[in-house]
């Protein structure tokens, strides 16, 4: 039955056609902001203040906030929970306990449902001015924008290990991660649904982003210095970030083992060689027993070498099969039956 059947005689009013109906006004786009927050009520009123009034100057696009309290032992909560109760936009996801910066990414981007999702953090070290930035890039034409950090305010001791690590990171891995990129960025939503089909536990967000491809450019800024408190960030949790970022996208320390195998393997054969001709053309010299020895001794040591390498060769597929990640992305399909096509 078509539109027209059911439609009264001509006598009514004039039978709206399909033709006359006015198009439906296009849905403005949503932009979900991911925020975590851990220990941060000295400064989070400042910066949900300052978030707030940036985006108000952008009337044409409609706001998520989703601020992630990671397990905060102060009064955190309470604050995400009036800024919640005095504005629709926010919705505040409590975790049970302290995960750490990246799970609180993670269950932020679960989470979001906008057409692009932005990851910030709250101590205004990100500026809120920025992130519109990030959206007009993505307006342009862009999936993934990176704000990199042209100049930072952190100490010394910060900006020289960040910039070391960064270039070691680069070079030995293949990913290509934007130098001097934190967590702040952009995911237009094809890529924020593909990011959340990433499940590995030890997770370094920013790498992962990077490795992904689609269309990614770059806004530049100035980090600031922390509005309040303190880094949440010890040396300690550094480390481990700085290591998983590094494990997560290299086996080269593995092939290394194996590289390592292959030398001494060699140079053991040659001190094999080297004891065996001691131990004929000069006995005289040749404690008795030490041929043998230095033969067992070496031969062991080589091969010993060499196995480690075979096996971390297999822990090291093993290790990426347990990440579990998606095989391929995929940007389209064009053409051919779209879904929910009969047949
Ligand atoms: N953060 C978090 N969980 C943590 C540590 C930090 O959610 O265990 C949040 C923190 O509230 C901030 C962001 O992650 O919004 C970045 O942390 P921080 O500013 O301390 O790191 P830094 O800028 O010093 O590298
Ligand atoms: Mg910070």
């Known amino acids: ?43 989070i009123a400042a910066f949900h203040a300052e978030l707030t009034a940036a985006l108000a100057g952008r009337p044409e696009l409609d706001f998520e906030l989703v601020y992630v309290n990671d397990g905060s032992r102060d009064g955190s909560l309470a604050l995400l929970k009036d800024f919640a109760a005095g504005d629709r936009r926010v919705r505040v996801v409590d975790l049970a306990r302290n995960f750490g910066h990246q799970l609180a990414i993670t269950a932020g981007l679960d989470l979001a449902a906008g057409d692009a999702v932005i990851i910030m953090d709250t101590d205004l070290q990100d500026p809120p001015q920025v992130s519109l930035e990030l959206i007009d890039a993505w307006r342009g034409g862009a999936e993934i924008v990176h704000a990199r950090r042209r100049s930072r305010q952190d100490t010394a001791f910060k900006r020289a290990t960040a910039h070391l690590y960064y270039r070691l990171l680069r070079s030995s891995t293949e990913v290509d991660i934007p130098l001097d990129t934190g967590d702040f960025r952009l995911l237009d939503r094809r ?20 490795s992904m491809g689609y269309h990614q450019s770059v806004v530049s800024f100035d980090r600031d210095e922390r509005f309040a408190g303190e880094t949440k960030y010890p ?109």
Not at 191 to 210: K, P
Not at 317 to 330: A, D, F, K, M, N
Not at 334 to 341: E, L, Y
């Open 1 to 43: 039955m078509t539109q027209q059947d059911i439609r009264p005689p001509a006598a009514g009013p004039a039978p709206v056609t399909l033709a006359s109906v006015p198009p439906e006004p296009a849905r403005r786009p949503l932009i979900s902001y991911v925020l975590p927050v851990y220990d941060e009520q000295d400064g």
């Open 191 to 210: 890529v924020a649904d593909e990011l959340c089909r990433y499940r590995e536990r030890s997770r370094f967000v920013r790498g992962i982003v990077a």
């Open 235 to 343: 040396l300690r949790k550094m480390a481990r970030l700085a290591v998983d970022g590094m494990t997560s996208f290299s086996t080269t320390p593995l092939k290394m083992i194996t590289r390592l195998g292959f030398v001494v393997l060699v140079l053991s054969l040659a001190g094999i060689v080297y004891a065996l001709a001691m131990k004929f053309l000069r006995p005289e010299v040749t404690v008795s027993g030490w041929t043998m020895l230095m033969v067992v001794v070496l031969f062991l040591g080589g091969t010993q070498m060499l196995s480690l390498g075979v096996i971390g060769t297999y822990v090291g597929r093993i290790y990426r099969e347990t990440q579990g990640r998606p095989l391929y992305l995929v940007r389209e399909v064009v053409g051919g039956p779209g879904p929910g096509a009969d047949d």
